[in-house]
């Protein structure tokens, strides 16, 4: 049995119609994907390598905010590093100062010009520690960023109004760095010690006082009474308990009623006899220079010079205090001015005095320094970090480049084999469109 199958005109029409859209259309993409530069140009062009790529690319988007974290905190790094550098620079100048003041020449009113110096640094100070950086944020305010971290009163105090946060950055995938220290960190806490005082009857007596473990000071005061003229003479040593006011001032114990007296190691009379019921006197030593030195709970102490029957040197040692730095260079304004050199004791008291602040002025230089090294080990960090960074830029856009670049060889050919096509397509169409079977007859 024969079958005849009837072709329209639509149907020749329909088929090649959609035959040369089909040609047309993946002459159209292969165009686009030219154009683009890319063999994917939706995820149906490489479902796995489309997901792939969009992988890479966030961790490039990621790579690259990393790195512009990295900037900010360099940015912020230098800022503090530099700040630090000035403030350390200025501390330096008032432990120069300080140094200065030492000199025994020093009349009352230089004493006083140096601390006018002083003041005016302090007031710099105070500035360099209440910087804002670029964005208008305090430095040193730990996170109350728009709080003023350091507030000065027309007296001099400064107190602190910040907290002790630090500011970080995501400045790697496993690295949030600190990029801010509090001015709590910076400019308080800082170790140091109180003035030794001395008050003694006579003026020309040379008075040491140096604080040897501070494990063992008991907060004591102790008085020294020499019996007999030198070089025949003997000390007797006396102990006391003291205690504090409320601004932290000693308050001295009476005497006789509080004291103790005690021997050269720290002993107290014992309570049951037979022992003797005074640890005695010490010779007051006759040398090259008439001398008592002694070292009892933590602190050596010594008289030195001629003395005289009944001659006394009551003695109060320093304690250890942890303080801000600006409460330090208060101190050195308030013992420069309000030294007054007539007094018995008060060059031994200046001395003493400036000796303590010295001290503390290097501690407080040391705690700068040291969060400077710490800017700096953080500043080598992000330099190593950015090559790292850069180098996984590198390796992100090779890694996208070889899952998305065009293969141009290959796009080429199929352009011109989809233009060929296409045009041989169109043509036979045409042809055959003209063909009709009136055309036979």
């Known amino acids: ?21 089909t040609l047309q259309t993946q002459l159209n993409k292969t165009q686009l994907h030219i154009s683009a530069n890319t063999r994917i140009l939706t995820p149906a062009d490489d479902p796995v390598g489309a997901a792939r790529a969009l992988d890479l690319k966030q961790g490039k988007s990621m790579n ?11 940015d912020a790094l230098n800022l503090q590093e530099s700040i630090l550098s000035n403030f350390g620079d200025r501390v330096q100048n008032i432990h120069t100062l300080l140094v200065s ?7 009352e009113d230089q004493l006083r010009v140096t601390a006018d110096e002083i003041r005016a640094i302090r007031d710099e100070l105070v500035g360099y ?61 800082i170790k140091g010690t109180t003035a030794s005082t001395v008050t003694p009857s006579r003026n020309d007596l040379m008075i040491d006082v140096d604080i040897k473990d501070e494990t063992k000071l008991g907060d004591y005061t102790y008085k020294v009474t020499f019996t007999g003229d ?31 007296q005690i021997d050269a190691d720290g002993n107290a009379p014992p309570v049951n006899p037979p022992l003797p019921a005074v640890p005695g006197t010490y010779p007051y030593t006759s040398t090259e220079k008439n001398i008592m030195e002694v070292d009892i709970d933590g602190i050596r102490f010594s008289i030195t010079n001629e003395v005289s029957d009944g001659d006394t ?14 409460a330090y260079i208060n101190e050195a304004i308030d013992l420069l001015e309000g030294t007054s050199l007539k007094s018995d004791g008060a060059s031994t008291n200046l001395a003493l005095g400036l000796e303590a602040l010295l001290a503390n002025m290097a501690s407080g230089l040391d705690q700068i320094l040291t969060a400077r090294g ?41 352009l011109y084999m989809q233009q060929t096509t296409l045009q041989a397509a169109q043509q036979s169409f045409m042809m055959i469109q003209g063909m009709s079977l009136f055309n036979m007859m």
């Open 313 to 326: 040197v009551d003695i109060t040692p320093g304690k250890p205090v942890r303080n801000d730095i600006f």
């Open 374 to 414: 710490s800017a700096g080990t953080r500043l080598k960090e992000l330099d190593a970090l950015n090559t790292s960074g850069t180098d996984k830029d590198l390796l992100y856009t090779e890694s996208i480049s070889e899952l998305e670049d065009l293969d141009y060889y290959k796009a080429i050919s199929d």
């Open 64 to 74: 690259t905010q990393f790195a512009s974290n990295r900037g900010d905190a360099k």
């Open 129 to 189: 520690a209440n910087t804002r950086d670029a964005t208008g944020n305090y430095l040193f305010s730990g996170n109350q960023v728009g709080t003023q971290p350091f507030d000065q009163t027309a007296a001099g105090k400064v107190t602190y109004k910040g907290d002790d946060g630090r500011r970080f950055l995501q400045v790697d995938a496993a690295r949030q760095m600190p990029v801010t220290d509090s001015g709590k960190t910076l400019f308080m806490g």
């Open 101 to 107: 003041a030492g000199n025994a020449a020093y009349a």
């Open 230 to 260: 030198s070089p025949v003479s003997s000390y007797i040593l006396e102990r006391a308990k003291v205690s504090y006011n409320g601004d932290g001032s000693v308050k001295m114990p009476a005497y006789p009623a509080d004291y103790t």
């Open 1 to 21: 049995m024969a079958f005849m199958t009837r072709i329209s005109n639509n149907m020749i029409y329909g088929q090649n119609l959609q035959r040369l859209s």
